[in-house]
């Protein structure tokens, strides 16, 4: 199973992500959990130690990896670089292996990955990519930002459920809107919404009528335990029995709609 989750800030696609990853690894499978975000919190989500989160480096911030593999540093002018750099390695050499059977990896972004370019750690990252949602047999779940720019067409053929998390407000929506046809527009089969912080039967009857034509999997509730589990530090899965039950349902839902 190959999911990415994406959403607006805020929305809580990181909690979906890192709620998933848990169940999936509870039910003994590896799971590779992937923080795609710039602004990286999947380790936190996840209740990594302290002393590993500072272990952490994104992938994108290592000019030394991107040179030895693509044969140019990042920011050197011209030259010639490899376009398929070895990549299989990374998840076990740089990622952190947690409990429950989850290895988590931090690739953040190319500076210029907004633009398309072809610069050697753009190419590293979306290589890499590739790789994991083509070519590994693990549970691969990538939290990602309101974007799509860490994907190619290959890489989101691959990717069996695509997730939008969206809240009750017109600026989720809106982006919930935009990733969908940017998604669609790369050839993702499979497009989803999941519903956050719910608070009434009118809150999700809001953004089902706003996401006419989207299949939504199911809804998570507004919960104070998840926003004191931030604050605390701690991973939501482990505070709120209500998201956790919640994010089996929509797990469930995943499986039954991509055929798993």
């Not at 999911?3 to 800030?9: D, L, Q, S």
């Not at 994108?60 to 002018?77: C, D, F, K």
């Not at 809240?167 to 940017?182: D, H, K, W």
Request: proline share 5%; aromatic share 4%; with cysteine.
């Amino acid at each position: 199973m190959k999911i990415a989750v994406t959403g607006k800030g805020g929305v809580g696609k990181t909690t979906l992500s890192a709620t998933l990853a848990f169940i999936y690894g509870e039910e003994g499978k590896k799971v590779l959990a992937i923080d795609a975000d710039p602004d990286a919190n999947l380790a936190s989500a996840l209740g990594a130690p302290a002393a590993g989160v500072a272990s952490l480096k994104p992938i994108a911030e290592m000019p030394w990896l991107i040179e030895e593999r693509t044969g140019q540093r990042p920011g050197a002018p011209g030259g010639l670089y490899k376009l398929n750099p070895r990549v299989d390695d990374i998840p076990e050499e740089f990622g952190l292996r947690l409990g429950n059977n989850i290895i988590l990896l931090v690739t953040g972004k190319s500076k210029e990955a907004a633009s398309g370019c072809y610069c050697p750690e753009n190419v590293l990252l979306r290589r890499l990519l590739k790789h994991l949602v083509t070519e590994r047999d693990e549970v691969v779940i990538i939290d990602m930002e309101a974007g799509i720019e860490h994907l190619t067409r290959g890489t989101a053929q691959g990717v069996n459920a695509f997730i939008v998390v969206v809240e009750p407000g017109q600026r989720s929506l809106q982006t919930a809107r935009a990733v969908r046809e940017m998604a669609l527009g790369l050839g993702v089969k499979k497009v989803f919404a999941v519903a956050n912080k719910i608070k009434s039967a009118e809150d999700f009857h809001f953004i089902e009528r706003s996401l006419e034509g989207v299949e939504i999997l199911g809804a998570m509730s507004y919960d104070p335990l998840i926003i004191e589990a931030d604050v605390l530090g701690q991973a939501p899965f482990l505070v709120s029995k209500r998201l956790r039950q919640e994010a089996e349902k929509i797990k469930e839902e995943i499986e039954k709609r991509v055929g798993a």
